[in-house]
């Protein structure tokens, strides 16, 4: 059976009234949307009610479905403990969803549970749900680190696996908007906030589910927002369905956004189905920008393709630029999938004969080695996107003075601990954030003195 609705609603606990004690009133539109939910809820009648949350266990590269029978929880962090849950999994379906995970090699499942009680990303909707309807059984999944697309594609598998049941489901996602729409709220103002409020709420207004992929990690970090990879596995379970969008509220008194909107599927339609689109856009345009890429990136492709896909470190190239050839020289290899960063490794000072050495190196380094990031697939290559970094010699400075983040690298060193952190990267845009970074990269304390270098760079693209 097919999903029979799904509701885009928000998570703030003062919006309880134990919680609020009076202070909800403020909200009391989204009140009255969430009211309205509930009642549409009650008259489906789900058998398993399925609800993503921000604020259940989340990983950089898995996502969490929770496991077991069941969870408890209640609202004791926000001074209510009077105010409980005791909910039942409908473990049949969950596992089924795992199930599929596994046999695409999909990161998801039930490991990794630190946490067993409810989080109030899902205590919000239950609460308002239970009021009007106390039957059905929870699945309740965490939020990842990866990519939008993944988390379109892990609404695709919990749209394949509700279609192999006889059961009864709606889809809740739960997600504020940004956090930083007025200065007076509890994280400030952002100009990215209303940004993406609009946005967003007008993708709920058209059911523009595929516009949901192209939001930009700047605009959301910089919006502070919660929900966002939330309404994209929403998305990804209507994947080829067509939809009819109710926005019901959308509200920012308090400095955060609150959105509710309902969906209801109308039918198959081929047109919607985003994520395919997308990425055949995505590596039109890839394909395009490597065509246009100087020889240092064209380089670090064919390594890391060569390596992926064979197993086989290529030999230096004969048609390449002989400053490739006769200079030694430091350089990264940075890749990107989707906009978020996939591997970056390199080298501060020349470890081969030659800068055309060092890509090849570097290359497969950062594609297979980064031990942050499992090795990339053959099937992701097509998805990536490349630079390269050659370093000019570091240059001992005296103080942060002497940095610019547009300019300048920096290494930070104390003893035999050193990070790096190199220039011009998104979101890092004060020498203090810079430098704290590499701090961290290089495991040293905010406290501990330090040595500092700066060096430039020559980026290729």
């Known amino acids: 059976m097919a999903i029979l609705a799904a509701f885009m609603v928000p998570h703030p606990p003062m919006i309880v009234p134990a919680v609020g004690r009076g202070g909800e009133s403020i909200i009391e539109e989204t009140t009255a949307a969430y009211n309205k939910v509930a009642d549409e809820i009650k008259e489906l009648r789900p058998d398993t009610i399925i609800i993503t949350s921000p604020h259940s266990i989340m990983y950089s590269d ?29 473990t049949e379906l969950r596992d089924r969803i795992c199930e599929i995970a596994e046999a695409s090699d999909f990161p998801a499942g039930t490991l990794g549970e630190r946490d067993a009680s409810l989080d109030h990303g899902t205590m919000v909707p239950l609460w308002f749900i239970r009021q009007k309807y106390t039957e059905g059984k929870i699945i309740r999944i ?49 100009p990215e906030g209303p940004v993406y409020d609009d946005k967003i709420m007008d993708v709920a207004k058209r059911a523009a589910f595929g516009e949901m992929l192209e939001f930009s990690e700047s605009l959301c970090d910089k919006a502070a927002e919660c929900g966002h990879r939330s309404f994209v596995i929403m998305a990804g379970a209507f994947d080829g369905v067509g939809i009819e969008p109710t926005v019901y509220s959308h509200q920012d008194v308090t400095g955060v956004g609150y959105g509710i909107a309902s969906f209801y599927p109308t ?71 989707e906009g ?36 990339i697939q053959p099937e992701e290559l097509p998805l990536l996107e490349i630079n ?10 005296e103080s942060p003075d002497e940095l610019d983040v547009k300019r300048y690298g920096v290494i930070v060193s104390s003893g035999y601990r050193r990070g790096l952190l190199l220039p011009d990267l998104d979101g ?34």
């Open 388 to 397: 390269v970094d050659v370093l000019g010699d570091p240059e001992d400075i």
């Open 340 to 375: 978020k960063l996939r591997g970056c490794i390199g080298t501060i000072l020349p470890t081969t004969e030659n800068i055309a050495e060092e890509i090849i190196q570097n290359a497969i380094s950062a594609s297979t080695k980064d031990p942050r990031f499992n090795a």
């Open 267 to 337: 039918g198959s339609d081929d047109s919607r189905k985003f994520r395919d689109n997308y990425l055949k856009q995505l590596e039109n345009r890839l394909q395009n920008n490597a065509e246009k890429s100087d020889a240092y990136v064209r380089l670090a492709r064919k390594s890391l393709e060569s390596y992926i896909l064979k197993g086989t470190v290529i030999d230096v190239p004969s048609d390449i630029p002989s400053e490739m050839l006769s200079r030694r020289a430091g350089a990264f290899v940075s890749i990107h999938k």
């Open 142 to 190: 965490g939020l990842s680190g990866l990519s939008l697309s993944d988390h379109y594609r892990l609404g695709e598998m919990i749209q394949q696996a509700v279609s192999e049941f006889d059961r009864r489901v709606v889809f809740v996602a739960s997600g504020d908007l940004s956090h930083k729409l007025q200065e007076s709220g509890p994280y400030g103002f952002a």
């Open 428 to 461: 890092v845009d004060t020498v203090e954030e810079q430098i704290s970074i590499a701090r961290r990269k290089g495991g040293i304390g905010e406290d501990e003195p330090v040595k500092l270098q700066r060096f430039e760079v020559v980026r290729h693209i």
């Open 62 to 90: 898995y996502f969490h479905i929770s496991p077991g029978s069941g969870a408890r929880g209640n609202f004791s962090r926000f001074g209510a403990p009077q105010v409980t849950f005791a909910e039942k999994y409908d």
